[in-house]
């Protein structure tokens, strides 16, 4: 897809490696205007078990991807001056010296380090356990995400990893170290993890014979990402004290903004450092949109709108729903185990289809309760993702989260997207290299697109208020035999419904 190319100012790009897909987009770098988009698959992930691997394509795809957005430009492709990637948080691969890939990738879910993990002290899924696995593929000498293999690729070699892509490994963002100590016990030499810089540091330039393979010009800078939450955070422009986001797509994604480290001893809710040195909170629950996929299998555009349109002449559904497609829950409930609770069952299928979006709306209002409990409050939130197309959701969104008489307003961006977020980081690096005091939230504020309010329906708003009083209360009584079921609070404590 192409948009408008007049014009000779500085261009920026931005890859999105998601698990399915990549994208990369050009925008305008004194505007924002997006140029140019262009998407392709990555080689489908293999699940066996706990093990869920993907062959190492990304570096291939993506540099295809910026061949093709280069033809798209055409005379603007003369002023791309940097590019940024972004990628799954968690998903680790194997790589030689030079940064190529010698094994398949381990992804973000994968658990079938669960053994090494939980002896010492680590989650199940863990990225340290994932590294211990893929230390024993034959050719390895580093373990990295699969931003840096792009990197590698673009620049003709090893890169640092960056902290937000490191997150999960149990980095410490502030001093970019690595947890040496736990390593260690995992037998995970110093050497086999790369040095850690800060998102929006150069990592390099492209090299000659890529610059002249992908039809850029030289001296391009290749900026250090962040991770695909992130970066879906900094497209909507939400990162500003008592700004929240609400990414949903297959599942739903919440993360705040604080002036201080935010986390739960459970590791729920865990703190990105932004590179404007404030802390980004947040939390992945495994409710969303897919819960209506495995509902309604099958089910077409035309489909889903004609029970998004019965679904708002309905109004709210008399029973209440946490929506989940399998047992188990991340944030805000704590619960490996949590299953899909329901007060009753639905009259019929617009009123099983009206409960999911319900729904998934009590759990992003709880989400956002949650957050707020560990100090990050919400003042304004932004709602962005592929689910935004529907407008009755939104509305839906906007109501129990804003028409309760918690006064937050609800707005949404007409682009967004961590393929966008990565394009903006690349713009604020590629400011810092002319600016070491340029402040992160200018370049942000400028390329962002202004957001647009989205109106709850305040005639449904008592009605959802009662619904959603019934969805806490159906947390409490599933409490009560079940003591694992946890809304996250604050570090040092978690708040049982009982």
Not at 247 to 252: E, H, R
Not at 338 to 367: H, K, M, N, T
Not at 398 to 426: M, Q, W
Request: hydrophobic content about 40%.
């Amino acid at each position: 897809m192409s948009g408008d190319l007049d014009g000779r100012g500085e261009v920026v790009l931005g890859i999105d490696l998601a698990t399915a897909g990549a994208r990369c987009v050009a925008l305008d770098a004194g505007t924002g205007k997006v140029l140019a988009s262009v998407s392709a698959p990555l080689s489908a992930p293999v699940r066996s078990g706990r093990g869920n691997t993907q062959a190492a394509t990304y570096a291939a795809v993506a540099l295809d991807l910026v061949a093709r957005i280069t033809r798209d430009l055409g005379g603007r492709s003369h002023g791309v001056r940097a590019l940024s990637v972004s990628g799954t948080s968690g998903t680790v691969v194997p790589v030689d010296a030079c940064g190529v890939p010698v094994g398949d990738a381990r992804l973000y879910d994968d658990l079938s380090g669960a053994d090494i993990a939980v002896p010492h002290g680590l989650s199940s899924g863990s990225m340290l356990a994932r590294m211990t696995i893929l230390s024993g593929v034959a050719g390895v000498r580093r373990m990295v995400p699969t931003v840096d293999v792009v990197a590698a690729a673009l620049v003709g070699g090893p890169v640092s990893t960056d902290s937000s892509h490191a997150l999960k490994a149990g980095i410490d963002p502030v001093t970019l170290q690595w947890p040496h100590d736990a390593m260690a016990a995992l037998g995970l030499a110093d050497g086999v993890v790369s040095p850690l810089v800060r998102p929006g540091t150069i990592l390099g330039t492209l090299a000659p014979v890529v610059a002249t393979r992908l039809g850029l010009p030289s001296g391009v800078c290749v900026v250090a990402g962040m991770t695909d939450g992130c970066t879906a955070q900094l497209s909507t422009g939400a990162i500003h004290h008592g700004d929240s986001m609400g990414v949903l797509g297959t599942t739903l994604v919440l993360k705040g903004v604080a002036d201080h480290d935010v986390r739960s001893t459970d590791g729920a809710v865990y703190s990105h450092l932004s590179p404007g040195g404030d802390y980004w909170p947040g939390g992945a629950s495994d409710s969303g949109a897919g819960v209506i996929t495995a509902a309604f299998p099958g089910l077409d555009a035309d489909g889903l709108a004609e029970l998004d349109r019965r679904a708002a002449e309905r109004g709210p559904a008399t029973v209440v729903r946490y929506p989940l497609t399998r047992p188990g829950e991340r944030f805000p409930i704590a619960d490996p185990d949590l299953p899909s609770l329901a007060s009753g069952q639905p009259a019929d299928e617009v009123e099983a289809y009206r409960v999911i979006l319900e729904g998934v709306a009590f759990v992003e209002r709880l989400g956002l309760e949650t957050l707020a409990a560990l100090g990050a409050p919400t003042r304004r939130h932004t709602i962005a993702g592929g689910a935004t197309r529907s407008a009755v959701w939104n509305t839906l969104r906007a109501t129990v989260i804003g028409g309760s008489g918690s006064g937050v307003p609800v707005v949404r961006l007409p682009s967004s997207g961590s393929a966008i977020g990565a394009a903006v980081l690349a713009a604020h690096g590629l400011e810092l290299t002319r600016d070491p005091s340029a402040a992160f939230t200018t370049t942000v504020d400028r390329l962002v697109a202004s957001a647009v309010d989205v109106a709850p329906d305040l005639a449904q708003s008592a009605q959802l208020e009662q619904s959603y009083r019934c969805f806490r209360a159906l947390l409490s009584a599933h409490s009560t035999t079940h003591p694992t079921t946890a809304v996250t609070t604050a570090e040092g404590s978690t708040h049982h419904h009982a």
